[in-house]
């Protein structure tokens, strides 16, 4: 038997879904309202959230629009949503660790635990890893899911907004770690979208200097530059080749080569670019996600003894992240710009697609009567 915190919730459960046809709708979902009032249907070490915080992911439109990010292919109805905070309505009996009414923020994977990378502490590698909202694996774009507890981060009185950033802060918090960039290094940040902007927060945190941060949206840079004022901005203009843009980088750094470029596009002229700025020995570090195959300048990565390295999603990176954030050390609250209640998700879905609507994080709410 579980433990619910209220037998007087009262509206359905439903889903942001889509499909191979690229539709987007709103339908009832799983798990049902009766078997959340019931505390029903959880497996050893689950717990009942009621979602009140969700961010719209670049990789959510991709799915929507194109229907695939590489191997991974929407081929059946999807719900879409990894980005989400809520509040625990229910744990199963070998729960210890939460109760009903605690705060959390959704780490949105579930592995095996068994394979090389999960027994090395790089779970983010799992041979076996279901990361939810990713295809076949239903996202958490809904009213309520069960998850389990051990990937439920306690988050006490931040708001469900800060709690659902954490996601994209985790995504830059790997990069960070990985990267190594430290206190003083000259950094560049190509896109300014909402990870490049968290990695933007971060580098200024871990004291990089300069900073030169590039896109091809003059309003996106305005917003970078409000965020962290002595960041310095880069244009990308149409024509301009990956080699000339590399110089006006390294100008605009007055001069002084980047050690290290934190890639958040996966465009491949962006990452040409991020190559033929850095410094000899300096790395290039891929965060964004792109096209399954592209052209690189080989020779200038091995004349120039670069490295270059790559991430996919993230480990062990919520308790660092929920600690930045309470300590105020990193500010998420200037990256929501915009909010809409669940039963507008389409809504939502279409201003995050525009980039006329100027939007850098919008986010899905879901007020339940708890």
Known sequence: MSTTTTTTISKSNVGVYTNPAHDLWIAESKPTLEEVK???????????????????????????????????????THILGHESAGVILAVHPSVKTLKPGDRVAIEPNI??????????????????????????????????????AVWCHKIGDMSYENGSMLEPLSVALAG????????????????????????????NAAGAEPMVITDIDEGRLKFAKELVPRAR???????????QAAEDIIKLGGSVKPSVALECTGVESSIASAIWSV???????????????????????????????????????WPRAIRLVESGVIDLKRLVTHRFDIEDAVKAFGTAADP???????????????
């Not at 019931?38 to 439109?61: F, P, Q, R, Y």
């Not at 990267?179 to 902007?197: E, F, M, N, R």
């Not at 901005?233 to 080699?243: A, D, F, I, Q």
Request: some cysteine; glycine content about 12%.
């Open 38 to 76: 019931n505390g029903e249907g959880l497996k050893d070490g689950e717990v009942t959230i009621a979602i009140k915080s969700t961010g719209i992911c670049g990789s959510d439109v991709h799915f929507w629009h194109a229907g695939r990010i590489g191997p991974m292919i929407v081929e059946d």
């Open 111 to 148: 592995i095996c635990g068994q394979c090389e990378p999960c027994l090395t502490g790089r779970y983010n590698g799992c041979e076996k890893v279901e990361f939810l909202s990713t295809p076949p694996y239903h996202g958490l774009l809904r009213r309520y899911v069960n998850h389990p």
């Open 233 to 243: 901005l880069y244009k990308v203009e149409r024509g301009v080749t990956p080699e």
């Open 356 to 370: 006329k609507t100027g939007a850098i994080k919008v986010q899905i709410q879901s007020e339940v009567d708890i």
């Open 176 to 203: 960070m770690e990985r990267s190594g960039v430290k206190l003083g290094d000259p950094v560049l940040i190509c896109g300014a979208g909402p990870i490049g902007l968290v990695t933007l927060l971060c580098c």
């Open 279 to 317: 410094k000899f020995g300096g790395k290039v570090f891929v965060i964004g996600v792109g096209k399954s195959e592209m052209s690189i300048p080989f020779m200038r990565l091995s004349t120039q003894e670069v490295d270059l390295q790559f991430q996919y999603r993230y480990s062990n990176t």
